[in-house]
């Protein structure tokens, strides 16, 4: 799969951050109505941070994807379920064994409604104890965007035989394919 983006004027913009951004893209890129997937950083302080600064945990920064999406497609909603069952919101500043504030939970919204939404199926996810824990993922307004670097972008796809993704990635992936079929992207 290739991010592609249409020239729609409806397209929307989502920012999720659920440990290693390699993981939550190659899940992302496959969601029928998700039109781009950038890997990137938010929410920290250091201007135009690199990869290395981000894994220092010094830069305040979090992996995130931002993902343009066609919501007459998919919705918001859609993309929240998705978000909060292919990682552990429940483990703070960690996703299995990767580490450091760089892998927390997040959901940073751009406007009131996202906002709403998240509060709301975080808030009834505790409530139902969906999970084994309290939910930690943290629920923030949006900041500068920082996209990675080139070779981070379309990482599964473009290094599916290395270690990581044949360990981590790949798995998440099959998971993610069997519990979401119905809103896979079609193949052409």
Known sequence: ???????????????????????????????DGVKKVVSGYMGGKVKNPTYKE????????????????????VTYEELLEIFWQTHDPTTLNR??????????SVVFYHNDEQKRLAEFYKKKLDEAKAFDGPIVTEITKVSDFYKAEDYHQNYYN??????????????????FKKVFKEK????I
């Open 1 to 31: 799969m290739v991010n592609e983006v249409s020239n729609n004027a409806a397209l929307e913009t989502a920012t999720f951050g659920s440990g290693c951004f390699w993981c939550t893209e190659a899940i992302f890129l496959n969601v």
């Open 54 to 73: 981000v894994c220092s945990g010094l830069t305040g920064h979090a992996e995130v994807i931002q993902l343009t999406y066609d919501p007459a497609v």
């Open 95 to 104: 996703q299995g064994a990767d580490e450091g504030t760089q892998y927390r």
């Open 158 to 175: 473009l290094n599916s035989n290395a270690p990581y993704c044949s360990f981590v990635i790949q798995p998440k992936l099959q998971k």
């Open 184 to 187: 896979l992207k079609k193949e």
